[in-house]
């Protein structure tokens, strides 16, 4: 093989290599987070996040740092070939997701066309009000504040969180486990087809009222049970008189406090204490 052919033959290979790298390096890209950066108007106060997201997952984590930093991607999609009359179905990634803050408020929403998957850092100290719909499951982690979250069609995991929460889905488990609570704060956590599992920390002063319809209620609390309710309905139009007992099972632990309220349709309701 004379050199002419070889040198040729060597500018092909590095041509390959180049695209190949390229093309390497372009599906990376595709797979990466987008990344937001929000300051905080007064980043030495408790701010808030208030956030709404139809498709998606979301997992919100406290942090030492004073910006609120938000990590966005979706599930890879690849290009499909075998679509309406021969025509090609490019990768569309378009997120629409909007973030604004305004005095230490952060609301965040969009991603209504596709699954989302969202990371979000806050500072620790900091109150969150999410909402969603229609995809993963909720979770947050060292959030010192008070946790509003409704999460319609997955589960719900809270984990080392301080203050107070109102946790509720309809298809999915909801789980919480708090190393301190706001004290004289009532607080609900609430599904129809999961179950309920709550830690508190063992000191916790509050009034349990727990109700599972086809389920167990369990707890390592030393409960102080109250007597079941009558309720008087009156006579009804052919003159039948109607009284019920009272369907919740109601107990003080610690003396009692704030009303603690449980419900699940289809599981458990599991209250532990903190070890």
Same mark, same amino acid.
Request: glycine share 10%; hydrophobic share 35%.
């Given at each position: &093989?004379?050199?002419?052919?070889?040198?040729? &033959?060597?500018?092909?290979?590095?041509?390959?290599?180049?695209?190949?790298?390229? +093309?390497?390096?372009?599906?990376?890209?595709?797979?990466?987070?987008?990344?937001?950066?929000?300051?905080?108007?007064?980043?030495?106060?408790?701010?808030?996040?208030?956030?709404?997201?139809? #498709?998606?997952?979301?997992?919100?984590?406290?942090?030492? $740092?004073?910006?609120?930093?938000?990590?966005?991607?979706?599930?890879?999609?690849?290009?499909?070939?075998?679509?309406? @009359?021969?025509?090609?179905?490019?990768?569309?990634?378009?997120?629409?997701?909007?973030?604004?803050?305004?005095?230490?408020?952060?609301?965040?929403?969009?991603?209504?066309?596709? /699954?989302? +998957? &969202?990371?979000?850092?806050?500072?620790?100290?900091?109150? =969150?009000?999410?909402? $969603?719909?229609?995809?993963?499951?909720?979770?947050?982690?060292?959030? #010192?504040?008070?946790?509003?979250?409704?999460?319609?069609?997955?589960?719900?995991?809270?984990? #080392? +969180?301080?203050?107070?929460?109102? =946790?509720?889905?309809?298809?999915? @488990? +909801?789980?919480?486990?708090?190393?301190?609570?706001?004290?004289?704060?009532?607080?609900?956590?609430?599904?129809?087809?999961?179950?309920? /599992?709550?830690?508190?920390?063992?000191?916790?002063?509050?009034?349990?009222?727990?109700?599972?319809?086809? #389920?167990?209620?369990?707890?390592?609390?030393? =409960?102080?049970?109250?007597?079941?309710?009558?309720?008087?309905? $009156?006579?009804?139009?052919?003159?039948?008189?109607?009284?019920?007992?009272?369907?919740?099972?109601?107990? /003080?632990?610690?003396?009692?406090?704030?009303?603690?309220?449980?419900?699940?349709?289809?599981? @458990?309701?599991?209250?532990?204490?903190?070890?």
């Amino acid at each position: &093989m004379n050199k002419f052919k070889l040198r040729k &033959m060597k500018k092909q290979m590095i041509k390959l290599v180049g695209v190949f790298i390229l +093309i390497i390096v372009f599906q990376a890209k595709a797979q990466e987070y987008d990344q937001i950066v929000i300051p905080l108007s007064s980043p030495d106060k408790t701010g808030a996040l208030k956030l709404s997201l139809p #498709n998606g997952t979301i997992k919100v984590t406290g942090y030492s $740092g004073k910006d609120v930093i938000l990590k966005v991607s979706t599930e890879q999609q690849k290009i499909n070939k075998g679509t309406k @009359d021969g025509l090609m179905k490019i990768p569309n990634r378009s997120l629409g997701i909007t973030a604004k803050e305004s005095e230490n408020l952060v609301t965040v929403s969009g991603g209504y066309n596709r /699954d989302v +998957i &969202m990371e979000i850092q806050v500072p620790t100290k900091f109150d =969150l009000k999410l909402t $969603g719909h229609n995809g993963g499951d909720f979770t947050v982690e060292n959030i #010192n504040g008070n946790v509003e979250i409704t999460n319609h069609n997955a589960g719900i995991a809270a984990r #080392n +969180i301080s203050g107070a929460a109102i =946790l509720n889905s309809h298809n999915g @488990d +909801i789980t919480a486990t708090f190393v301190s609570v706001t004290p004289d704060t009532p607080m609900a956590f609430t599904t129809f087809n999961g179950d309920v /599992d709550i830690t508190f920390p063992p000191t916790v002063k509050a009034t349990f009222k727990m109700r599972s319809e086809r #389920n167990d209620i369990l707890t390592d609390f030393e =409960l102080n049970l109250k007597e079941a309710k009558t309720k008087e309905s $009156g006579r009804d139009e052919d003159g039948v008189y109607k009284i019920s007992i009272e369907e919740w099972t109601v107990g /003080d632990v610690n003396g009692g406090g704030p009303e603690m309220l449980f419900k699940t349709y289809n599981g @458990d309701v599991i209250i532990r204490k903190k070890k």
